[in-house]
């Protein structure tokens, strides 16, 4: 048995028992008893209405549910005969560090879906969230045909989400790796996606299953090396995402040290790739982008500029231990200003997080220390993007986060420089 | 009179004179070893210090991490200056050692009792600056954690830690090295017992609604964040 085999014998005799399938379909899940129903039925519809001619199996990989998520899989009336559901290996680290998406163990539960998929020799793959309102039987069209009919290798999401949602990915995961790997992929960390046999094999074969890129940050590590090693890449509009809450207790700087120190992470596994990249141009895009009513939501920066003044005052020698001294007094100057005025323009805000990926690359700091020090300078930055932003629509706050990409790519050769040491 | 003027005074004076000239070329010999370590120190330091900086061993250090410690512990001015430093101090502490046994049996006997007590000097200072980089290191934690949860007087707190663990590595360091022994173990586990007494009974009696607050607000902080802001981060 190779190392990219099912290892876990009771997914073995499952997987057997299946055959094999042209599409597998994976529900990563824990705890989502209230939702997981409505998903597998959606699932199946999908199927059966876009892929009648083909084999199609669905796995669940459950992480150890106990308010009776597998039970409620099987209960939900199917309209595909082929049903498996794996436990996907749950150590206690898993249970304890709840990864930023909320589902413990993501990473092991991808891998077994991943195994299984390999094993049925599926053409392609789909993964979607088991916390999903929003999901309908066409997202399976949408996930698997530019695999099977196009030949994409890799189908990121697409969602319209309100201007205030999802503001890390707004302001860090989505133009630092747009600048760095050249293409637009406005959903990097969406738990949705499509993926080609071919890119399923090279991330079984990747080395990384064990480590906490695959722990904490599985969506981004995915999607980086799709667009690092060359494949396919495209996008497919998927509407409007409604899913339960994340876990409650998630704290904001836990978060960023995953997301960020993924993706900083990535950065030095992809140096050579990203140094000689310039510029940027659009995945193509699936789907029809139709208008979709957002909930309002209502913002208060106050509190956020309350955290920047004081990150910025106490932090002020941490800070002066690894940033450059202009940006430490650039940040003084905002911070003693009248909150009101409050403004980290882009230049400013793309600049910080380039010394922080210097630092975090030169481990000037301890890097938990460091990515939890960004905390208070992202607080400055989404009130400061709110305070630009109260009165506009969603699609000029949107061209907002277009004039901040832009910004990280003009400022993409001072990176590589200050990468680099010189 | 002029008999005890020659036993009280001439005699001793004589005495000395004369061992002062016999003990003048060890002594002469002595300081010239001393100068001469001195500046075989500073030499030394120089070329290290250079040779480090050609090689850009500064970089190097701040990938393995030296730099950070080496900051943490005081030294502002870059790791080849650190190793500089050390490789001077070392042929000056060699120099003195020499100089030292230069001086004869009595220097030779202070140069042998040095080497006995070297290890629990060394191990001291072991445990300094271990203490010193874990003072810095959980201070820094400290300050980062209580200004991501916003509490008031982060730095003060922040400090404290700080404290405390520079107490803890010099209470250790001087027990290893036999000054003070036991009593200052047992005065700071009275001031540090006391402190956390005192606090936990004012917290548990005074302040039992405060303590259920800021235990629930810590436990929901992210949601309370999302909630109070009403923005989304992921």
Redesign the interface.
């Given at each position: 048995m190779g190392e990219t085999d099912i290892q876990v014998p009771a997914t073995v005799q499952a997987v057997e028992k299946l055959g094999e399938a042209d599409i597998v379909i994976g529900i990563p899940s824990y705890n989502n008893a209230g939702t997981i129903k409505h998903v597998v039925r959606a699932v199946s519809a999908g199927l059966a209405r876009h892929f009648s001619d083909q084999r199609c199996a669905i796995i669940n990989s459950d992480g150890g549910s106990t308010d009776g998520t597998p039970q409620a899989v099987l209960q939900a009336q199917l309209e595909t005969d082929k049903l498996l559901l794996v436990r996907h290996p749950l150590q206690p680290v898993h249970r304890i560090s709840t990864p930023y998406h909320g589902l413990p163990g993501k990473g092991s539960a991808f891998r077994t879906i991943f195994q299984a998929a390999k094993s049925l020799k599926a053409k392609a793959c789909a993964v979607v969230d088991a916390d999903l309102r929003s999901i309908t039987p066409d997202w399976i069209d949408l996930l698997v045909r530019p695999v099977v009919q196009n030949n994409f290798d890799y189908v990121a999401p697409y969602y319209r989400r309100h201007k205030y949602d999802g503001t890390i990915t707004n302001s860090i995961v989505y133009p630092l790796t747009r600048a760095l790997y050249g293409t637009r992929v406005r959903q990097p960390i969406g738990g949705e996606f499509g993926l080609s046999a071919k890119l399923l094999n090279r991330l079984l074969a990747k080395d990384v299953w064990e480590t906490d890129v695959a722990r904490y940050g599985v969506d981004i590590w995915m999607t980086t090396t799709a667009l690092a090693e060359g494949f396919r890449v495209c996008q497919v509009f998927l509407g409007a995402k409604l899913h339960d809450p994340k876990d409650p207790g998630a704290d904001l700087s836990a978060m960023l040290v995953q997301v960020v120190g993924s993706l900083f992470s990535l950065m030095e596994e992809h140096e050579k790739v990203w140094k000689n990249v310039r510029g940027s141009i659009p995945a193509p895009l699936y789907g029809f982008p139709y208008a979709v009513g957002l909930e309002p939501v209502r913002v208060n920066p106050e509190r956020m500029i309350t955290a920047f003044q004081q990150g910025c005052r106490d932090l002020e020698p941490v800070y002066g231990s690894f940033l450059r001294a202009d940006l430490v007094g650039e940040l003084q100057r905002l911070a003693n200003g009248q909150p009101a005025e409050l403004d980290l323009n882009d230049f400013v805000w793309v600049q910080l997080i380039h010394e922080f990926a210097v630092a975090y690359h030169r481990r000037t700091l301890d890097r938990k220390h460091l990515l939890q020090s960004l905390t208070p300078l992202y607080l400055g930055w989404v009130a400061s993007f709110v305070k630009r932003t109260q009165e506009a629509s969603d699609d000029a706050a949107e061209q907002q986060i277009e004039r901040l990409s832009r910004a990280y790519e003009q400022l993409k050769q001072s990176l590589v420089e200050r990468w680099e040491g010189r | 009179m002029n008999e005890f003027w020659q036993r009280a005074v001439l005699e001793p004076l004589q005495q000395l004179w004369e061992q002062v000239v016999n003990y003048l070329p060890q002594v002469s010999a002595a300081v010239t070893v001393l100068v001469a370590a001195a500046v075989a120190g500073w030499v030394v330091k120089q070329v290290v210090y250079r040779g480090l900086r050609l090689v850009r061993f500064d970089?190097l250090a701040?990938?393995?991490?030296f730099?950070?410690v080496t900051?943490q512990v005081g030294f502002s001015r870059g790791s080849s200056y650190v190793v500089g430093q050390c490789a001077g101090g070392l042929v000056l502490v060699v120099g003195l050692l020499l100089a030292l046994n230069a001086l004869g049996p009595a220097g030779s006997d202070l140069v042998l009792r040095f080497f006995v007590f070297l290890p629990h000097l060394l191990t001291a200072a072991l445990i300094l600056v271990v203490g010193g980089i874990a003072a810095g290191?959980f201070a820094?934690?400290a300050?980062?954690?209580?200004?991501?949860a916003?509490l008031a007087g982060?730095?003060l707190l922040a400090g404290g830690v700080r404290l405390f663990i520079w107490l803890l590595a010099v209470i250790v360091a001087m027990e290893h090295i036999e000054i003070g022994g036991a009593t200052l173990a047992i005065t700071f586990g009275v001031i540090f017992g006391g402190i956390v007494a005192g606090l936990a009974i004012a917290f548990g009696i005074a302040g039992q609604d405060l303590a259920r607050e800021a235990l629930n607000s810590l436990?929901?902080?992210?949601?309370r964040?999302e909630e109070?802001?009403?923005?989304?981060?992921?």
């Open positions: - | 970089r701040d990938r393995l991490g730099s950070a900051e290191f820094r934690g300050l980062i954690a209580a200004v991501n916003q982060a730095r436990l929901k902080r992210g949601a964040e109070e802001t009403g923005v989304r981060h992921l």
